[in-house]
């Protein structure tokens, strides 16, 4: 009842991972890939034929779309956006909703069939190259968590600069942006309810021997990403707003640096070694240092708005902190980008494309005409402490489907054949 199999990554080709991904707004770890499974021969003997040849037919149109897009989806580049990838990723998403219903029938009030078959799929950031499981709850994580890794590549291609009409440079527009904050919250809506509603359902035996893609920490590193991600563009708009206040603009900046910290923190001990792994943890690095560079500028501005010595050289060290920070995400974006697989950073836009001009000139700015006036004892050395928000921003109430009608059916038919063979 759940035995469970690890390849270790040398004893096979079957991970395929791209050398370049091309442009990078949205990290996505890969996309973990089923492989085919014989439904006739586990459940031949317990389910009608026209039920298990559907399961079969759901599942094997993913094993073959999932195999061939897979490469495809993980190298983003700007052109395969609008041409390609978008409808791929659709497509692909839409076999993934259809196949759920009916697989939530093999654990039915607690099924005995959720244990006869074994699923396997090709992992991505696990050093076990692909992990199978006689467990028909490990496939609905799985398809869950390829349904969010599918989301967060639509949001990538959503986010990717696009050349502009008038021929200036390189930019996202409102309406992709606005788009791709329901993406990412649909993302974290898979995602949580993989981590509160699905994972549960699992031995301590199986959530032990789970890859690392699908460990819990992961699942909730990625749905707090994708919420710090949606506040990060949220912070964008306030930016291009007339009427978006400092304070709206600090907020949302804090509770960006919430978010990912708390990602840094779910992700820290686990064993993100290789590629992708490695690359996941980078990205998160990243994002935190940048999320407090915008955070402490915003706090700094603020702060100068006091009529007080104190509350301007407490302003002048949060600018000053802000400053360095840029200056460390600037380092930790270049790390990112240098691991395999390589990617590229695409032109700057948004957020980051404001703060890059704003932080270095506001901070020299602040620092000039403070120290004129006070005496550099007056200037902290260490910046003050962030205020602390509520985090505003919550997944997508996501509820697994109900089971496909077809299994009503076939505990109908089972029903009558029960009641014939009794007369």
């Known amino acids: 009842m759940g035995c469970f199999l690890s390849t270790p990554k040398d004893t096979g080709g079957n991970r395929r991972r791209p050398a370049n991904i091309g442009d990078v707004s949205v990290f996505v770890p890969g996309l973990r890939i089923p492989k085919p499974v014989d439904f006739s021969e586990s459940l031949g003997d317990h389910l009608s034929k026209s039920l298990v040849e559907r399961l079969s037919a759901l599942r094997t149109r993913i094993v073959v779309m999932a195999g061939q897009e897979a490469p495809t989806i993980t190298r983003t580049r700007r052109k395969t ?11 692909l998403l839409q076999a993934l909703e259809d196949y759920l219903p009916v697989l939530l029938g093999l654990v039915k ?3 005995p069939l959720q244990h006869k078959v074994q699923f396997v799929w090709v992992n991505q950031e696990d050093e076990a190259e692909e992990t199978a499981m006689y467990s028909a709850w490990y496939e609905v994580l799985s398809v869950l968590h390829l349904m969010a890794m599918l989301s967060l590549s639509q949001a990538n291609l ?4 696009r050349t502009s009409m008038d021929g200036y440079q390189p930019k996202v527009s409102e309406e992709s942006r606005r ?14 309810c993989a981590v509160r509603h699905v994972v549960p359902q699992l031995t301590n035996e199986l959530r032990r021997n789970l890859p690392v893609d699908l460990a819990e920490g992961v699942l909730r590193a990625l749905c ?3 919420l710090g991600q949606g506040v990060d563009i949220q912070l964008g708009l306030a930016i291009d707003s007339t009427k978006a206040t400092l304070a709206v603009k600090r907020r949302l900046a804090c509770e960006m640096v919430k978010y990912w910290q708390q990602a840094q923190d779910n992700i820290m001990n686990l064993p993100l070694a ?4 490695e690359k996941h943890r980078l990205f998160v690095k990243w994002k935190y240092v940048e999320a407090k560079a ?9 702060l100068d708005e006091g009529n007080t010595e104190k509350s301007h050289g407490m302003a002048v060290a949060a600018l000053q902190a802000a400053d360095e920070y840029l200056k460390e995400s600037k380092k930790a974006s270049e790390a990112f980008h240098a691991s395999v697989p390589l990617s590229r950073n695409p032109p700057l836009w948004g957020t980051m494309k404001h703060l890059t001009e704003k932080i270095p000139k506001d901070t020299a700015s602040k620092v000039r005409i403070n120290k004129d006036l006070y005496s550099h004892e007056k200037i902290m050395e260490t910046a003050p402490t962030l205020p602390d928000f509520a985090l505003a921003l919550k997944p997508d109430e996501y509820q697994l489907p109900l089971v496909d009608a077809s299994w009503n059916e076939e505990t ?5 054949v029960g009641s014939y063979k009794t007369r």
């Open 109 to 111: 009030d607690g099924s």
């Open 412 to 416: 109908t038919e089972k029903a009558e």
């Open 158 to 161: 959503l986010l990717l600069p």
């Open 274 to 277: 290789n590629g992708w792994g």
């Open 224 to 226: 707090l990403q994708a």
């Open 294 to 302: 915008a955070a402490y500028y915003y706090h700094g501005l603020i």
């Open 81 to 91: 956006a609008t041409q390609h990838g978008g409808s791929t990723l659709g497509d």
């Open 179 to 192: 788009s791709s904050v329901d993406v990412f919250l649909k993302a974290a809506g898979y995602l949580d």
